[in-house]
């Protein structure tokens, strides 16, 4: 139900702008997150966006992540900017119904790679 893209190779310091887009209504009845997997370790949590727009970051991305969400548009992005080698990962998203139980929906991840 969630498609995720937007992601590519781009120098330190760059910016690249991920999407997860729905065919369905999923995204504006969840609570969406923006995760990543980077080769060897765990996933991991980037950014959450509630239903009603509040956010949460996690530390090596704030100030430079913004998470939104347009539920007209049943999409999600995540604006990364200044970005790392560090930042390197297949990004996921995430979408976590808020209107019945759910152990939540996965879209397919997106590369990203931070390279000079």
């Known amino acids: 139900q969630l498609q995720a893209y937007g992601g590519g190779l781009v120098q330190p310091g760059g910016s690249l702008r991920l999407s997860c887009a729905s065919s369905g209504t999923i995204v504006r009845i969840s609570e969406m997150g923006w995760y990543r997997q980077a080769p060897g370790k765990q996933r991991e949590l980037v950014a959450r966006v509630s239903t009603g727009g509040s956010t949460r970051y996690a530390d090596s991305v704030r100030g430079r992540f913004t998470i939104s969400r347009d539920n007209a548009k049943n999409t999600v992005y995540l604006q990364m900017n200044s970005l790392k080698p560090e930042d390197t990962a297949v990004y996921y998203c995430?979408?976590?119904?808020?209107?019945?139980?759910?152990?939540?929906?996965w879209g397919q991840g997106t590369q990203v790679t931070v390279s000079s």
């Open positions: 995430k979408a976590d119904p808020v209107t019945y139980s759910s152990s939540g929906y």
